[in-house]
C-alpha cells in the first residue's frame, strides 16, 4: 500500500529525530526544520516501498507529532 509523508512546519521543533530515522526522507532547510526531500514537502510523493520503515519509525518517534502520514496524497497536483 502506498503511503505519503509531509511535515507541519509549524510545530516541528528541529529535534532532528526524523533524519535520524529516515535520512533519505527528511531533511532541514535552514532554520533547522525538517522538511520531505521526496517533493519538498508537498506530501504527493509516494514514499519508495524501501523507505517506508525508516519513515514510519520517523512519524512514531515525532515529540510533537510533525510528521504526517497518509495512505493517500495529501494534495492533488493541478496539472499545469
Known amino acids: ?3 505519503y509523508t ?3 512546519q509549524d510545530t516541528c521543533i528541529a529535534c532532528g529525530a526524523c533524519g535520524a530515522s529516515a535520512p533519505d526522507v527528511f ?3 535552514e ?3 525538517a522538511y520531505v526531500v521526496l517533493d519538498d514537502n508537498e ?3 509516494e514514499i ?3 523507505l517506508v ?3 514510519e519509525e ?3 518517534g515525532c515529540p510533537t507529532e510533525s510528521i504526517k502520514m497518509a495512505e493517500k496524497p495529501f494534495y492533488s497536483k493541478i496539472p499545469s
Open 1 to 3: 500500500m502506498a503511503k
Open 6 to 8: 509531509m511535515v507541519d
Open 27 to 29: 531533511d532541514y532547510n
Open 31 to 33: 532554520e533547522g526544520v
Open 43 to 45: 506530501g504527493v510523493a
Open 48 to 50: 519508495p516501498e524501501e
Open 53 to 55: 520503515d525508516d519513515a
Open 58 to 60: 520517523a512519524f512514531e
